[in-house]
């Protein structure tokens, strides 16, 4: 009667250790779909609009976060000057822009966050 009681124990104590892995298991597999949904592509998009912003130059058409469209006429490290009229400039932050207007069109040159802005399909 002893053995049968033992061997009952043994079986439980074997099937608590699976079983606490087993509980895990969906919070691992909710994080995994957190990190591929919707981390992952926020990451890459910060990345390529950083990418973006660092390689602007004077000349380009850009869009602001504000819907200014302008030509970058100056730049320093964190202000670009865009001319929006004819001789009408406006200081802006570089994190403030975009992308080019031709994203925001769907147009075939791509830049910036084109994928956050006007993205149709």
Do not use: W
């Not at 250790?17 to 990190?35: D, E, R, T």
């Not at 926020?42 to 973006?52: L, N, V």
């Amino acid at each position: 009667m002893v053995d049968v009681a033992f061997a009952a124990n043994e079986a439980a104590s074997g099937a608590g250790a699976q079983g606490g892995i087993m509980s895990f298991l969906p919070l691992i597999l909710i994080f995994a779909v957190f990190y591929f949904l919707l981390i992952r592509p926020q990451q890459q998009k910060a990345k390529a609009h950083q990418e973006f912003v660092s390689n602007l130059k004077k000349g380009d058409e850009v869009l602001t976060s504000g819907g200014i469209i302008g030509k970058i006429t100056g730049l320093t490290d964190t202000v670009v000057t865009i001319e929006i009229a004819d001789n009408v400039r406006i200081k802006i932050s570089r994190q403030y822009i975009l992308g080019t207007p031709a994203a925001l069109a769907g147009g075939g040159e791509k830049g910036g966050a084109s994928c956050a802005i006007g993205s149709k399909g």
